[in-house]
Every structure is written in C-alpha cells, then in structure tokens.
C-alpha cells in the first residue's frame, strides 16, 4: 500500500522559515520522481518543486524560486521542503506526491504539474500572517 505523509506544517510570520517532510512507502521510493504541490483555499492545487530520483535535478515553480529547496534521503524515504522566506501568499496545504510512472518511462523536465502525479498525501497546513 503507498503512503505518502506529510508533516512539518505549521504557522509563521512573514519572513519566517518551515521545513516540510514527507515520508514515503509502499513503493521503491528511488525509482521514482517525487513532487511537492500547494492548494490555497479557493485555487487549484499547484506544483511547487519537483526532483529526480537521485536528486541532482530539482525544478521549482518561479513563485518559490530561491526562496524553498527541494530535497530527499532515499536512505531514509523522505522528500523534504526547505521554505524560507515565507510570504502570505505561501499559505495554502502543502502535499508531496509520486509521479505516475516510474523515472525509467517518464522524465522530469519543470516544475511538477499535477495531473503527472499521484498517490496524494493527506497534507499539512502552512499559514503565513503577521
């Protein structure tokens, strides 16, 4: 059975920094590309930072661009997300997801978009307000 959880989420002032996790099984986790996605009240759920299996390639959307950083620890099956300079438009859940197909069929090349993903996380919440 693949689960994704989500953890880390949380609220902060302007300016201020979280790190999300997000810890995987039920699948071979270095097999696949793995992505972290936001949904705002109100909006469509949004790619945010996607990475390669072995995480040498990262990929972000321009919103988040020098501001988060994306990362994993395959020893450990967990996908991270450094978020640093949090603006209130940041607020939104934030979930981690796979790639449909593993990275052996399918390749990464942008920020993630959500139809090439699934096995959806339950998601954590991240509020940014002063």
């Known amino acids: 059975q693949v689960q994704l959880v989500e953890s880390g989420g949380g609220s902060v002032q302007p300016g201020g920094s979280l790190r999300l996790s997000c810890a995987a099984s039920g699948f071979p986790f270095t097999g696949y590309n793995i992505g972290w996605f936001r949904q705002a009240s109100g909006k469509e759920r949004e790619g945010v930072a996607g990475?390669?299996?072995?995480?040498?390639?990262?990929y972000y959307a321009d919103s988040v661009k020098g501001r988060f950083t994306i990362s994993r620890d395959n020893a450990k099956n967990t996908l991270y997300l450094q978020m640093n300079s949090l603006q209130p438009e940041d607020t939104a859940t934030y979930y981690c997801?796979?790639?449909?197909?593993?990275?052996?069929?399918?390749?990464?090349?942008?920020?993630?978009?959500?139809?090439?993903?699934?096995?959806w996380g339950q998601g954590t919440q991240v509020t940014v307000s002063s």
């Open positions: 997801a796979r790639a449909r197909q593993p990275a052996r069929r399918w390749t990464l090349r942008g920020a993630p978009a959500p139809r090439d993903f699934t096995d």
């Open positions: 990475i390669s299996t072995g995480g040498a390639s990262t």
